[in-house]
């Protein structure tokens, strides 16, 4: 039996050797992964590289108060109040905290656990060595001891892992603070842009209502035909209708901001007021790097840094566990003598524990892990692919925008041109009705496109600073303006 069991031995532990040699020789995958970036974008002149390049995460960068560059108190006061109370922001936040605390617990795995314990246990024929069938009662109290030693660091990139999942949830509660302030910012400026619009609907509304009244004198006067007066009627109920048009679309968009402050929309309110928010001006060079600020960049950093370590943490399967284990206390039948000196007990232990075989588990479980990485590593790059794609577009949109600006601008003066002329022209009976109708028509809709166009360069902006992951230098002097004022204007009905 003897010289027959060597062997059988020999050859079960031969696998198992070459399984242990073949895991430690493994590597784990390391370091951060790469990303592409330039100097500056192309729509700033650049020509980005081919490949991808190393990029620290940098999170922890400061991303500024950026809505005071847009120097407007209201805003100011919404986004403070957006901060405090939106849910999207608290249940991130709760996300955080819970991955925080799974990451504590993580950590505790690495620590001895020491515990207090108290019994009672009663029966009877348990002793063997005695003829008595008699029950009794075992009572005991004491303290025990267990210990798992990291030595092939199982429970160290499992904690490790943690950490970077909270660090993760971090970007994250980071980026939909981001967002949600970039919301609030484009649906105040959406807000303010409508403000405009329907100011520019009630004086042409005016407008109009004034060359009724004169177009009445006039068939009045017998001068013109009762069509005349139902062309102009049919203007300025037309553009009455718009008018209304735009206080429906205000209104919702009133009760949208509301939910983005955690308001409820039945006693919030926005009072209409001039749009005097200040545009910022795009500095020439916005370094490429500042990618790496964005939120949802760094988060999906630190998932591909979580799933490294947790390949780490799959391919230590293939060592034993070791464990260490104590125990001392009191031990006796009588409650009265379970403090004394000679019913004290005590008792260690080591186990070592490692599966032979498991069907392929744990091999399994490192491919599961390796697959978990590749997908990460995806969706990082991807990730980073739509960070530039965001930024180049809102590039794109503040160039195109600024120079639409300027033509537009010149299309408002010929058009206000036009109908100046026109109505005194009218007004001497030069020109049909028809023709005055035509001018101001045109100039409507060139200022409607005027204040659409002012509208999407601010948009942009906002889309801009939510691309690059925050903004460029406040000027001291912006950053001074309180939202005192402000509180006044965001009243509660």
């Known amino acids: 039996m003897k010289f027959a069991f060597q062997p059988l031995v020999r050859g079960a532990l031969l696998p198992l050797v070459a399984a242990l040699a073949l895991a430690g ?22 020509t980005p590289p081919a490949g991808f390049t190393k990029a620290l995460p940098s999170e922890a960068q400061a991303r500024g108060a950026w809505w005071l560059a847009f120097n407007d108190p209201v805003l100011n006061a919404l986004i403070e109040k957006a901060d405090v109370n939106n849910n999207n922001i608290q249940g991130a936040a709760a996300r955080l905290a819970e991955a925080r605390a799974l990451a504590r617990s993580a950590n505790a795995d690495r620590l001895p656990q020491i515990g207090l314990g108290a019994g009672a246990n009663r029966g009877a024929g ?3 060595a005695s003829a008595s069938v008699r029950p009794g009662t075992m009572t005991n109290i004491g303290a025990t001891f267990s210990y798992e030693v990291d ?22 509660l980071q980026s939909t603070r981001l967002a949600v302030q970039a919301e609030v910012a484009q649906t105040y400026l959406q807000l303010r842009a409508l403000d405009a619009e329907r100011a520019l609907m009630r004086e042409t509304v005016e407008a109009y209502s004034d060359t009724l009244r004169l177009t009445q004198r006039r068939q009045a006067a017998g001068d013109i035909a009762e069509l005349d007066v139902a062309r102009v009627q049919t203007e300025v109920s037309s553009t009455e209708s718009d008018a209304l048009a735009l206080d429906r679309q205000r209104a919702q968009v009133e009760h949208a901001l509301a939910v983005l402050v955690g308001d409820s929309a039945s006693s919030f309110g926005v009072r209409t007021d001039e749009w005097a928010t200040a545009l910022p001006a795009i500095p020439p060079g916005v370094p490429g790097t500042v990618l790496t600020r ?3 960049v760094s988060a999906a950093q630190n998932a591909v840094l979580a799933a490294q370590a947790r390949v780490g943490v799959a391919q230590t399967a293939w060592f034993p566990d070791i464990s260490l284990t104590g125990a001392a206390g009191y031990a ?25 075989f498991d069907g392929g588990r744990r091999e399994a479980g490192v491919q599961g892990a390796n697959a978990q990485l590749d997908g990460a590593l995806a969706s990082y790059r991807t990730q980073v692919l739509v960070a530039f794609q965001e930024v180049e577009d809102q590039l794109a949109a503040i160039r195109i925008l600024q120079e639409q600006s300027v033509v537009q601008a010149k299309a408002v003066s010929s058009a206000q041109r036009a109908t100046s002329l026109s109505d005194t022209r009218y ?21 409607r496109q005027a204040l659409q166009v002012k509208s999407a360069q601010y948009q942009a902006a906002v889309g801009l600073i939510r691309a690059i992951g925050g903004t460029w230098e406040v000027p001291a002097a912006t950053a001074s303006a309180t939202s005192a004022t402000a509180t006044q204007k965001v009243a509660t009905r």
Do not use: H, M
């Not at 992964?33 to 500056?40: C, D, K, S, V």
């Not at 003598?337 to 004290?344: E, H, M, P, T, V």
């Not at 007004?427 to 200022?447: F, H, K, P, T, V």
């Open 25 to 46: 020789c493994a590597t784990v995958p390391s370091g951060v992964p790469e990303i592409q970036t330039t100097a500056q974008f192309k729509e700033q002149g650049a």
């Open 126 to 128: 348990l002793d063997k």
């Open 151 to 172: 030595l092939f660091g199982r429970l160290s990139g499992a904690s490790n892992a943690a950490k970077l999942d909270a660090a993760g949830r971090e970007g994250l």
């Open 294 to 296: 964005r939120p949802d």
């Open 332 to 356: 006796s039948p009588e409650i009265g003598d379970l403090f004394k000196w000679s019913a004290r007990s005590w008792g260690v232990g080591a186990l070592l524990s490692l599966p032979i």
């Open 427 to 447: 007004r001497n009976g030069y020109i049909s009705q028809l023709d005055l109708l035509d001018a101001r028509r045109s100039e409507l809709r060139n200022r």
